[in-house]
Structures are given as structure tokens and as C-alpha cells.
């Protein structure tokens, strides 16, 4: 396949593989999320990631999984998508979606628990704290085109 073409034919092919899928099938699926992975690594393999590279044949596979629905494995669909991520994460510096709500949330929580003995609800205003920070860093990646 040209190198320059497969960023539209697999954008394509996802979006076709959407009309087939109901939306339950499609949030199931993370289809946003595999429309995301390919805009990425066709960015990034541009850039001269070799691993990215070779990770095209398995957004490949797993498009062709969607596409042959009865063949479908989600064990081996989910594998991919970590092993993508994965990498996504550690090169290229991606975050995943919610990942500092998740954080902010957890030391929101941390930190309450620690002031609770002092403040009756540090717990509460703890996890509002980290909520509206996670939230707005979430949002900061995602304008900087930094969400997985
Ligand atoms: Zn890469």
C-alpha cells in the first residue's frame, strides 16, 4: 500500500466498518479511539518512527478483525490496542483519555484523607479539587492534540 494513502484507506475503512456497527458495537469498540490511533500514527511515521512503521500492519489487522465481524477476537482486538498505546505513551509522550481526571481524582482523595483529621471536608473538596484540575489538564491535552 502507498505510504502517503494510508492514513485516508484505513480512515476509510473505519468509517465504513461504522455503518455496520451499531453504536453500542461502536463505543465497544473504541472506533473514536482507532480513528484517533490511526491520525497519530500516520503523523508520527511521517516523523520516521520506524516502530509506528510496523504498527500500521496491526491497525491493519484489527480494522480487518471489524471488518469480518464473526472472526472477531476480542482478546486479540484488545491486546493491539494496548500494545499501540503503549507505545503511543512512551514515545511519543500521549496520554490516554481521562487519565488525569483519574489522577486528579486519586490525590484529590490522598490529600483529603490527609487534612481530614483537621478539616471535616477536606475529603469532598479534595476530590472537587482534583476533579476540575484533571479535567482541565485532560482538556489542555486534548487541544494539544496529545489524547491517545
Ligand atoms: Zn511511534
Redesign the pocket.
Known sequence: MENSNWFEEASRRIKDVLLLLGEKQAKKYKIDMLLRMVHH?DR??KNG?????N?KENLNDLILLLENQNEMDPKQYKATFKLVVK??VK??GLVEEGTYLSLGMAYGLIFGAALSSFYYMAIPLGMLFGLVIGLWMDDKMKKQGRVV
Not at 518512527?49 to 512503521?53: A, H, L, P
Open positions: 500514527m508520527f511515521s518512527c520506524k516502530e509506528c512503521e504498527l507505545h503511543f514515545k511519543h
